[in-house]
């Protein structure tokens, strides 16, 4: 099966994590976003272009001081 590529971001008290996550074509997407209970779901064509993305995204919470961890996994 074909897999589909989501960034997804993580918000709690103002602060933000984004990270990269894969879904196979045909899985239901309900459970799916429940799990992560995000605000955010932005789908991708590719793992490059999906942890490129989530990159860039933490990158600006960082420099705005809203990044959800003091210390990058």
Known sequence: MKKIYIVIQIEENKKYYA???TI???ENLKP???RYNAKIFHLCESRKEAESLALR???IAKANNQYLFNEPF
């Open 32 to 34: 799916f976003i429940e």
């Open 19 to 21: 990270f990269a996550e």
């Open 24 to 26: 196979r074509t045909g």
């Open 57 to 59: 995204w933490n990158a």
